[in-house]
Structures are given as structure tokens and as C-alpha cells.
């Protein structure tokens, strides 16, 4: 895999249109300019088939979805598919509640979404219609391991196969799968998890990545992994110099994601293909 | 008092659903994962319920309350008191608007809150059923000094006793009282009035904390406002070294509260019981 | 120009009522605090003219405008005229939607506010009636430069005639008009682009100003824009001595308001008067 992600994001610079949830939004603009692409967020029904209109991407995340956002959700992303602009679905904590659920599976049949990036609890209950999400993490009976990495990964291009979208599961190891081929991923720190909406901003960071290699958005999303990962690892070797906490972490995060070059990635991305 | 809050919290992990204004929602959320537990913010009133049930406890913010997000208050929170979840209630700017005052009491009155947690001026509303809040700060001539102590704190009981709730009052001097107990905590320091929702944070905090010790939530009050006072302690002094202001002050606090141990608290705690 | 601008937010402390986008909004927050005066967000339409009525100004900001927020903001708005408090229009994204170039318009008929702050392609919707928006970026196009600054700065007096209000113009280039008498600062910094809300942070920042210098609001403008523009440069003076990025430099921005005083202003304002 040739790394050229960061160059393609600060070169054509993506507009990318976000319905996401007000708990980490802020976080999801910071990174999304940390990466060379530009943030807007708007969630009226009225406005929002039109604002993705002069945008490149749209990410469509439903952590604080309501009976407003919804209808804007499904209206921005029928536009966006129709457009031919690249659509992200992060279904949070599908399997929590009857309403994520439905919601989740209504976008990915009505919009029909290019990438789908959730924890395994969430896809799963993506893929079964039902969950056992606990709140917003995975189930601990549903995590990936080296041990069922070989199984899960041929569910997922199976999955991928069937909904003709790319399929990121996101934990301790990270997949890309389309229906042929997938991106097996193991950068990152478990401090990650220490944080508020490290799964939202990399929702928002690989909607960016999708627009700016749109011709092979099963790469976008690996190397869109791998440089989260590192940014992961290099601001956790940052904070231990600073006896900081998972605040400081955040903004650490954040800032190495905009100091991040596809050089730095050669380096030290850690992935296979399988 | 033993101080064992710390190590309750990161043991049991409690999955805490915040109902909460979108001003502070993303420090609510990190300062939670700090103190080791999780969080989870749902406002919508077709989930609410459902969502509340798979969590530990609920804490109700009304700082940006609004048309939709009062039903799911009263949604959940009935489900919480229902499952014999704690339920904390922060009561923001009741006494500046007529919707926010009646909310409180609605919601005092509806979902029996277990620990009701304001400044002086926003308890005093509740008490009464009106106010003289100066938008969400307390009013000059409500504050608690140590010259009227002692009457604050009996009435703090006398109101602990009516609601049959923790009555928790913070300022400069803070209270955790119930009808026959009042801590009495002298931690803390100024600048922590010098960043958004130190108050938000100390709630969502505190309705961890109340899971963690639900055997006894006026103590796990007190150790609350303990652990968050000698982080606004240390964070200060932290701060001190980097010639920095408020914004980097709120990185610093949730850091503190990230690092904070029992054994800090044996140490630092200032308090007493009257 | 004498700097008093620090000064007197200090001395009055201005409680200043905020309806503006979840996406900055905690930023918001915390420059105000930073700056001397209390934020108070309030948005639900049944308390928004009875919260503005307790506060000393109001910003209204449609970052991320709804069904809801509108009504709220038309009626704090007429309040807060009717009161004689300081209203400031931030019309994000004017020219990207029809939602938000109506939404504009009827406040800046309805309301009329006493300052307009937004990018020259949000100003000239308003004053078009149509638009050019990139998102909520400026257009490149509409961009001022040392080239086009007389006859944008007679365009600006023009408006600022026609409106009633104080006409600000921010970019490279900052631009505080009214009829009479336009500021032209150089201060700031490019580093302020690459994080989200500091067009956002500034509209609120100078809702204070114009509560705390209510008598020369055109002044308080251009102080307010002299300040910002400094703190930003002091704060990429810091970041380049930490090797940090855009999230890092957001915090050290709001620090810097917060260390903000009116002899820095003395020292390092850039700014002429045509």
C-alpha cells in the first residue's frame, strides 16, 4: 500500500458535511481541519439535503440522534448518494436501544452508505438486526482477537459483499474489509479508549479520507486507520513526558493527527492484508 | 471516613447516562472515563427509557433544557427511580427562568431524585419554588460563608429530610447533607469558577459516584467533592508552572481527576462532619 | 484609540446570553469567562426572551440553526432591542443555504442587531440577499486584501449606514465599520484558520465588548478584534516552543484572552482608521 492519504487530504482540501452527535462534535471539526480537510456541520431537515450538496462527503453519525436529526440524516444522505459523494454511516450504540437499531438499518438500506465504521457490537448488530452493545462500547463476548481474527474477517467481506460498502471494525485490532480483500491494522493505545468520541473523530477523519481517494476507498479507510493508530501511539509517548491525564490526551491526539505525513506512516503503520 | 471512592468506581465501571446541556456534554463525558467510569448521553424521549435501563445510574442536567428534552428527562428518570438506579438532579439556573424552575420541581417532584446537586441560590429556588439566580452563577447575598454556616447546613438537612434526597451545595465552602449528616469540604480553589462546567462535571461525577457507593450516597457525595476540589488543588498548581489560563485549566482538572487516588484524597481531603 | 476594553469587561462583568452552534459552544463559553463576562446558553423559545431579560447582551449565532433556535433567536432578539441591550448577528454560513440567508435576513430585520460579524461572503449575502459561501468558509473570490480594502471598507460603511450596525469583517484582514469611521487591524494569525469556532469565539468575545463599551460599540469592536488577533499571535508563539497542533493551539488562544490585558493592546495592536 502506497501511503498518499495526507497529501490528498491537504491537496483537495474536502468539505465534508457532519450529522453527528453534540456530545463530541467539536472534536470531530478539530480533526477533520487537523487533517486538511474542512468541517460543516448541520442537521435541520430543511437545510440538510442541500448543504451536502455543496460539500464533497458526508458522515452521518447517530450518537445523540433524535426525531429532528433522523429525517435529516436520511434526506442529506440520499442526496449524497445521489450526487455520487462518498457517505460514512457510524451507527453508536446500535444494539443499545430499539431506536439506534432501526435507525441504523434504515439508513444503511435507504442510503445505502460507501463505509460503515463501528465497534464489532455495533456492525454486528448492523448485520443481525439485534445487539448486545453495552452503551457505546463492544460487548466483551463480541471482541476481536488474534484467536477469531481469521473468522471475523471473512464475516465482514461477507458482510461488505452484502452491502456493497466498506466495512471498518474498530478495537485493540482494526479491520478494512470490502468483499475481496481486507486491512488487517494494529496501531493505536489502549488510552485511546480513555477518551470521549476517539471512535467519532475517526468516523469523521475517514469520511474526509474517503472523499480524497474516492477511487479506492477500502485504502482510504486502511491508511485512514493506520494514521489515527500512529497519531494514537505518538501522543501517548507525548502525554508520559507530561504526566498528563486523558484531557490533555485528547488534544495530544488531535494535534499529531495535524502533524501527521504519509513519510511518518511508511514508517510506522503496522498492517497485512488478508 | 474511609476513602474508597476511586477505587469503587474504577472496580465497578458504572455505565452513567447523562441527560445534560450541550454546552459542557463533552468534558461531562471525559470526566467520567477519568474517574473510571463510563458515559453515555441520550436525550431523545422513544429511547431514553430503554437507554436508561441498561445503565447504572442517570444524572439530569437541565443547563440547556429544552421542549424535547424535558419528556425524556421525565422518561428516564422515572425508569431510573423505577429500577432503583441512582439518580442525581443538577438544577441549572433554576431561579433564572420560569422553565427552569418549574422543570426542577417538576422533576423533583416526578422522578425523586436521589442527591440534588446546585449552588446555593439554584437549592434555595427549589426549596421555595423561586429564585434569584444570576443566570447560572449563585447570587451575592445567597453565598455561604463561614459566618452562616451553621444555619445553611440545618437547613440542608431540614431539605434532605422533605426530599428525601442527598442535598449537595457548592461554592466556596461545599455541603453534602441528608436529613441527620453534613459534610463540610473546604478543598478546591477559584480558578475552577474561571472555566465552564466545573459544576456540570462535578454532577456527572458525582451520579458516578453515587453507583459506586449506592450504599451510601451522602458519603459518596463528600468523597466526590473531595476528589473533585483537590483536583481543582493540583490542577492549579500544575497550572501555575505553565503560565497558562482557563482553557488549559479544564485540560489540567480532568487530568487530575484521571490520576486522583484514594491515597491523595487520605491526604488532601479537607473536611468535616457537623 | 485608548485600550480600555480589558479593563472594563473586568469592572462590569457582563453576563452575556449566547444562542449559537453545539459545535463551538463550549469554546464560547470559556472566552467569555476568559474575557471577564459569564456566557449564559439558552435556546428553547418558551425562556430565551425571559433569560436574555436578566443578561446585559445577547450573541446570536446560526451555526447550526434549527426549527427550534430560530423562533428563540427572533424573539431574544426583539427582547433584547426592545431592553436596549447590545445584539450581535454572527450569520454563519450565509450564502450556503437558503435556510440560513432567510434566517439572517429576518434577523437583521426583525432584530436589528448592533454589530454584524462574519466572513466577507457571509457580510455580502447579507447584504445581496444571495451568496457565494464555501461552507462557512469565505469564498476565495469575495477575499479582502490590501488591493480591494478602500473601496470593501466604503462598501462596509455603506452597510453599516443602511443597517444600523456596526459592519465586521473578518479574514487576513479585520474590518470594524460604521457609517462613519472604519478600523482596519492587522493583527492574527493563520494558525487561527486551522481550528473550528474562532469566527465563533470572536462573535462572542465581542458581544461582551460591545456590554462592557456600550457607548462606543464600534471601538469595542475593533479593541475586541485587536485583542483576539494578538492573543492568537502570542498563542502560536507558544505552540511553536511545544511542537503542538491545531487542538493544542484552540486552548492556548483562550488563554491568551485570558491573560489578555490593555497595556499588551498598547504594545501590540495593529491598527489604522480610514
Known amino acids: 500500500m502506497k501511503f498518499d492519504l495526507c497529501a490528498k487530504l491537504h491537496e483537495s482540501n474536502p468539505l465534508v458535511h457532519c450529522i453527528t452527535?453534540?456530545?463530541?462534535?467539536?472534536?470531530c471539526a478539530n480533526i477533520l481541519l487537523a487533517s486538511g480537510s474542512s468541517p460543516i456541520m448541520a442537521d435541520e431537515p430543511e437545510e440538510a439535503a442541500e448543504m451536502t450538496a455543496?460539500?464533497?462527503?458526508?458522515v452521518?453519525?447517530?450518537?445523540?440522534?433524535?426525531?429532528r436529526t433522523i429525517p435529516a440524516m436520511l434526506s442529506?444522505?440520499?442526496?449524497a448518494h445521489e450526487l455520487g459523494h462518498p457517505v460514512l454511516l457510524d451507527p453508536v450504540g446500535a444494539g443499545a436501544t430499539r431506536l439506534r437499531t432501526d435507525t441504523a438499518i434504515r439508513i444503511l438500506e435507504e442510503v445505502r452508505p460507501d463505509?460503515?465504521?463501528g465497534n464489532i457490537s455495533e456492525i454486528k448488530t448492523l448485520a443481525l438486526g439485534s445487539g448486545t452493545t453495552r452503551g457505546v462500547d463492544a460487548a466483551e463476548a463480541d471482541k476481536v482477537t488474534e484467536e477469531?481474527?481469521?473468522p471475523v474477517v471473512a464475516w465482514a467481506k461477507g458482510l461488505a459483499e452484502k452491502t456493497n460498502a466498506v466495512i471498518v471494525i474498530t478495537g485493540a485490532i482494526d479491520i478494512a474489509a470490502d468483499s475481496k480483500k481486507a486491512y488487517i491494522i494494529r496501531n493505536g493505545h489502549p488510552?485511546?479508549?480513555?477518551?470521549?468520541?476517539?471512535?467519532?473523530?475517526?468516523?469523521?477523519?475517514?469520511?474526509a479520507a474517503i472523499c480524497a481517494k474516492a477511487d479506492n476507498k477500502t485504502e482510504a479507510c486502511a491508511q485512514c486507520l493506520c494514521a489515527m493508530g500512529v497519531a494514537g501511539e505518538r501522543a501517548y509517548a507525548k502525554l508520559q513526558k507530561m504526566d498528563g491525564g486523558n484531557s490533555?490526551?485528547?488534544d495530544l491526539l488531535i494535534d499529531e493527527v495535524y502533524k501527521m505525513t504519509d513519510a511518518v506512516l511508511v514508517q510506522e503503520a503496522k498492517y497485512e492484508v488478508r
Chains 1, 2, 3 share one sequence.
Open 148 to 150: 477469531n481474527l481469521d
Open 54 to 58: 455543496i460539500c464533497s462527503g458526508l
Open 76 to 79: 442529506a444522505g440520499k442526496k
Open 115 to 117: 463505509v460503515i465504521r
Open 21 to 27: 452527535n453534540y456530545v463530541t462534535v467539536n472534536d
Open 248 to 250: 490533555t490526551y485528547r
Open 60 to 67: 452521518l453519525n447517530i450518537g445523540t440522534l433524535n426525531a
Open 191 to 207: 488510552m485511546m479508549a480513555s477518551i470521549t468520541g476517539s471512535g467519532c473523530m475517526l468516523s469523521a477523519y475517514m469520511g
